[in-house]
């Protein structure tokens, strides 16, 4: 399924800045970044629940902001974008 993960961290202070890095790094692992605090990523629903598991363990409940929009499977209808868009297909190869 798509899951589009959104995140605002609070950067006033060294931690913040350090949680910032972390939630970014944790995401770039499992999906697409699109925006600068927004990611796609194809998860099932086993590693969506490890990698919320996973960004909660990171982030400062107090201060900062995590949400998971679920598109599920049938995704493509529900997305429409306009402007530059990135050269990815979220199912097709990612070669690094």
């Keep these: ?3 589009l993960i959104t995140y ?3 950067t006033e202070d060294a931690q913040g800045k350090r949680r910032l890095r972390r939630v970014a790094r944790k995401c770039v692992d499992h ?15 086993s590693q969506c ?4 598991a996973q960004l909660l363990e990171i982030i400062d409940c107090e ?8 598109l599920g499977n ?3 209808a529900k997305v429409e974008h ?4 990135p050269g990815y297909e979220p199912e097709g190869i990612l070669m690094i």
């Design 82 to 85: 306009f402007g530059v868009r």
């Design 63 to 70: 201060k900062d902001s995590l949400r998971f929009y679920y």
């Design 49 to 52: 629940k490890l990698l919320q």
């Design 1 to 3: 399924m798509l899951v």
């Design 8 to 10: 605002d961290v609070n």
């Design 31 to 45: 999906g697409q970044r699109v925006q600068n605090s927004v990611f796609e990523c194809l998860l099932d629903a």
């Design 74 to 76: 049938s995704y493509a």
